[in-house]
C-alpha cells in the first residue's frame, strides 16, 4: 500500500522568506552605505518575493547607481540569502513525526536550484523529508502540474495515489496542487483572500502538521 503523501511549499511555509529577505535588505544597505530609506524600498520592491530577482536587481542596481552587473548582484544574493534563513525547531520536529506516521514527505519549490537548495540543506530540512523539487533545476515552475509530479517521485510516491499540499500562494501552490490533483491546505499569511478549493486554511505550518498527524487512511480528520 502506497504510503500517503504530503508535500510543502518552501518560501513563507516551511521558512520565513521574509523575515529573510529583510535580513538580507538591512545588511546590504548597511554594507554599501544606501541611506535610512532603502531598506524599506528594498522590501517593497521585492513585494514579498513576487518579482522575478533578474527583474529586482535590475531596478536596484538602476536605483542606487550600483557598478555590479545583474547577474553578480542576483548570484551574491543567492549565497548568502540561505545563511539568513531559519526552519523552527518545531516545524523540523513536525515533519520528522509525519514521516515516522508513515507519510511520503516532500518540498515542492519555485526558485533557482543554488539558492532553494541552500536554504532545504542549511536548514536541516534535507534530512526530514524523502526529497524535493525546485523549479529552477527542474525546467518547469508551479503552478505547472509536472512538478508536483516529481516532487511526489522524488519521495517514491505518485499523483495517481492522491495526496496533500501546504502551501501559501492562492495560485501557485493551491490551484497548482488542484491541477495535479492533490488535495490543499493554505497557509493564510493575511494577504489575499481564501483561494477556492482549499480544503482547509491554517495560519501556520505547525497547523497544517497537525491537521495532517490526525487524519485517518480515507483522508478525513
Same mark, same amino acid.
Not at 537548495?117 to 523529508?129: D, E, F, P, Q, S
Not at 488535495?183 to 499569511?189: C, H
Given at each position: 500500500?502506497?504510503?500517503?503523501?504530503?508535500?510543502?511549499?518552501?518560501?513563507?511555509?516551511?521558512?520565513?522568506?521574509?523575515?529573510?529577505?529583510?535580513?538580507?535588505?538591512?545588511?546590504?544597505?548597511?554594507?554599501?552605505?544606501?541611506?535610512?530609506?532603502?531598506?524599506?524600498?528594498?522590501?517593497?520592491?521585492?513585494?514579498? !518575493? /513576487? *518579482?522575478?530577482?533578474?527583474?529586482?536587481? !535590475?531596478?536596484? $542596481?538602476? %536605483?542606487?547607481?550600483?557598478?555590479? #552587473?545583474?547577474?553578480?548582484?542576483?548570484?551574491?544574493?543567492?549565497?548568502?540569502?540561505?545563511?539568513? @534563513?531559519?526552519?523552527?525547531?518545531? *516545524?523540523?520536529? !513536525?515533519?520528522?513525526?509525519?514521516?515516522?506516521?508513515?507519510?511520503? *514527505?516532500?518540498?515542492?519549490?519555485?526558485?533557482?536550484?543554488?539558492?532553494?537548495?541552500?536554504?532545504? %540543506?542549511?536548514? =536541516?530540512?534535507?534530512?526530514?523529508?524523502? !526529497?524535493?523539487?525546485? /523549479?529552477?533545476?527542474?525546467?518547469?515552475?508551479?503552478?505547472?502540474?509536472?512538478?508536483?509530479?516529481?516532487?511526489?517521485? $522524488?519521495?517514491?510516491? /505518485?499523483?495517481?495515489?492522491?495526496?496533500?499540499?501546504? =502551501?501559501?500562494? #492562492? *495560485?501557485?501552490?493551491?490551484? =497548482?496542487?488542484?491541477?495535479?490533483?492533490?488535495?490543499?491546505?493554505? @497557509?493564510?499569511?493575511?494577504?489575499? #483572500?481564501? #483561494?477556492?478549493?482549499?480544503?482547509?486554511?491554517?495560519?501556520?505550518?505547525?497547523?497544517?502538521?497537525?491537521?495532517?498527524?490526525?487524519?485517518?487512511?480515507?483522508?478525513?480528520?
Amino acid at each position: 500500500m502506497a504510503r500517503p503523501l504530503a508535500l510543502f511549499d518552501l518560501d513563507n511555509t516551511l521558512v520565513d522568506r521574509l523575515a529573510a529577505f529583510e535580513r538580507w535588505a538591512a545588511e546590504f544597505a548597511a554594507r554599501r552605505g544606501l541611506g535610512p530609506d532603502a531598506v524599506a524600498w528594498l522590501v517593497r520592491t521585492d513585494a514579498d !518575493g /513576487s *518579482v522575478p530577482m533578474d527583474v529586482f536587481f !535590475g531596478l536596484v $542596481r538602476a %536605483r542606487f547607481g550600483l557598478p555590479e #552587473p545583474v547577474e553578480e548582484l542576483w548570484a551574491a544574493y543567492r549565497a548568502r540569502l540561505p545563511r539568513l @534563513v531559519t526552519c523552527r525547531p518545531e *516545524v523540523l520536529d !513536525g515533519l520528522a513525526r509525519l514521516r515516522a506516521a508513515g507519510w511520503a *514527505v516532500g518540498i515542492v519549490t519555485n526558485g533557482m536550484a543554488d539558492n532553494q537548495t541552500g536554504k532545504i %540543506r542549511r536548514t =536541516g530540512l534535507a534530512g526530514r523529508v524523502d !526529497g524535493w523539487a525546485i /523549479s529552477g533545476a527542474e525546467g518547469v515552475r508551479k503552478p505547472d502540474a509536472r512538478l508536483f509530479g516529481i516532487g511526489a517521485a $522524488r519521495c517514491g510516491a /505518485s499523483l495517481t495515489d492522491g495526496g496533500w499540499f501546504v =502551501g501559501d500562494d #492562492p *495560485v501557485k501552490d493551491v490551484a =497548482g496542487a488542484l491541477a495535479a490533483g492533490l488535495r490543499a491546505i493554505w @497557509v493564510d499569511r493575511g494577504r489575499a #483572500p481564501r #483561494p477556492p478549493g482549499a480544503e482547509h486554511v491554517v495560519t501556520d505550518v505547525l497547523d497544517a502538521l497537525e491537521l495532517l498527524m490526525g487524519m485517518r487512511p480515507g483522508g478525513a480528520v
